[in-house]
């Protein structure tokens, strides 16, 4: 599409020099077709002078070299994001696989892209590979964590990582740089790739359901923990006490029996969560609010533009801000959706609740104004 429209670009700019009255001079032209087709042409004094007197004459000349960029730059891009997905170069000469067909590009970069891939192999799980070592030293320091859920998961995200050294070219320093050397979408993909997309929906909301009951597990052992620091009686944990009856507001934590401590856990991290959840959806909205309102004021602007064009403006203007307006649910949804894990919440103060009432205190006696016994003394005027 890119090549297609600038050779139309092309060949409508030269003919249109052709049947100019006026004649330009050759750079100035050649600076204006250079920013029309977004390329640096170059041309040698003899296409310079053909430019302005025959400029069709030179249509071979530059649709060869519109290809022969439009090769380079495809071929640049190509090449960097296989090296960038891949985390190292390739070392492939970009200007020499510009003159090789997609299928020959392709190919080659195919097997230059197995070739680094073998070699990455090799250098991590062959013998004596990194991984390999990081795993014995791992297990010579840390035997315990192999038995373990935590420490499995612990030890196969250390693996996943590696540190190397690299030079830094702004700074003219070596430096050591942590890499993802092992990426496990690939393997996940490969495992999803014949699964039913109905199965797969459900297991990945069973996956989600059971992260947020862990993370209201962890958030109530963490807020039990913090607050059972300081706390004298049931009431100190604030609202979520009221689960194990109102009447136990003075009772002794010390008392709890385990259920009533899991209860009273959960409901911490039960409200925990859902204070995390609240203060996220509010800023989702106000982030995304500002700029809707923003795009519904652009619409109001241009909408009255609708009028020139025989169409009611007001039922233009409903039918694009609805639209909007489902947009936006739709982008709140999404924002939500993707940091409702990775939030980070704020520390947030617990209320204690009493058994009782608060008794308002009554208010202290006011002590005898030295002019009140005195008949007729000047009232003091108040200052504000």
Do not use: C
Request: aromatic share 4%; glycine share 4%.
């Amino acid at each position: 599409m890119q090549l297609a429209e600038r050779l139309d670009t092309l060949e409508t700019f030269l003919e249109a020099q052709r049947d100019a009255e006026e004649k330009r001079r050759a750079q100035e032209l050649l600076d204006e077709l250079s920013s029309l087709l977004r390329l640096p042409l170059r041309l040698d004094n003899d296409q310079m002078r053909l430019l302005v007197n025959d400029p069709l004459a030179l249509l071979d000349d530059l649709r060869t070299q519109v290809r022969l960029q439009i090769a380079q730059i495809s071929a640049a891009r190509l090449i960097g994001a296989v090296e960038h997905r891949l985390g190292e170069n390739l070392n492939l000469d970009k200007t020499a696989l510009t003159h090789l067909e997609w299928d020959g590009l392709s190919a080659y970069l195919r097997q230059a892209t197995f070739a680094l891939l073998e070699r990455q192999r090799e250098r991590l799980v062959g013998t004596n590979g990194q991984v390999l070592r990081d795993l014995d030293l791992f297990l010579q320091r840390q035997p315990s964590e192999a038995e373990t859920e935590t420490g499995r998961l612990r030890l196969l995200i250390n693996l996943m990582q590696g540190v190397r050294t690299a030079f830094d070219p702004k700074t003219h320093r070596q430096v050591r740089q942590v890499y993802t050397r092992l990426q496990p979408v690939f393997l996940a993909a490969r495992r999803l790739e014949n699964l039913d997309a109905r199965d797969l929906t459900d297991d990945i909301l069973n996956h989600l359901e059971q992260a947020r009951q862990a993370l209201q597990r962890a958030w109530g052992e963490s807020e039990f923990a913090r607050l059972g620091q300081n706390a004298v009686r049931l009431a100190d944990f604030g609202p979520a006490a009221v689960i194990l009856g109102p009447d136990r507001a003075d009772a002794s934590p010390a008392a709890l029996t385990e259920s009533e401590r899991q209860a009273l856990m959960a409901e911490l991290g039960r409200r925990a969560l859902n204070d995390q959840h609240r203060a996220l959806l509010l800023g989702a909205i106000s982030e995304l609010w500002v700029d809707y309102l923003t795009r519904v004021e652009a619409l109001r602007v241009s909408i009255g533009l609708e009028a020139y064009a025989q169409r009611d403006p007001l039922v233009q203007y409903k039918s694009k801000a609805s639209e909007m307006f489902q947009d936006l649910l739709v982008e709140i949804r999404a924002l939500v959706t993707s940091r409702v894990f990775a939030y980070q919440p704020r520390t947030y103060t617990i209320t204690v609740v009493d058994s009782a009432e608060a008794v308002p205190e009554s208010p202290p006696a006011r002590s005898a104004s030295p002019s009140a016994g005195k008949p007729g003394g000047k009232k003091k005027r108040k200052r504000h």
